[in-house]
């Protein structure tokens, strides 16, 4: 994971994880079996936002847990045939940015 650059939801509550305060979520492809970090298109830099085609909005400042929107979402979030993160089937892209978000060898599954 050093010196890479990769896609995190950062408006979670912050949480201690092995006693670490843990401010972000990385976003991986994911089976029972293996687990890949999603990379951002070429030319991406740390604070570049991630959008989706015909979705418009403001993302909120903190999700709140009690409310469950990770839980909500997480289901419509899939690696397609072509490696491609999704969301309800249309791509991750980096606002600006030719190309999508991509796991490097996996298709066909979730994102965790």
Not at 15 to 28: N, P, Q, T
Request: glycine share 10%.
């Amino acid at each position: 994971m050093q010196d890479r650059i990769a896609l995190f939801m950062c408006n979670l509550k912050p949480a201690k994880m092995r006693g670490i305060l843990s401010e972000g979520m990385i976003m991986c492809a994911s089976t029972p079996e293996k687990v890949e970090i999603i990379d951002p298109p070429a030319g991406s830099k740390p604070g570049d936002r991630v959008i989706f085609e015909g979705y418009s909005g403001t993302p909120d400042e903190m999700l709140k847990p009690k409310q469950k929107v990770w839980e909500q979402i997480q289901p419509e979030l899939h690696i397609n045939g072509e490696s491609a993160a999704t969301y309800k089937g249309t791509p991750f892209q980096v606002e600006g940015i030719k190309g999508f978000c991509k796991a490097q060898t996996m298709t066909n599954c979730g994102i965790k």
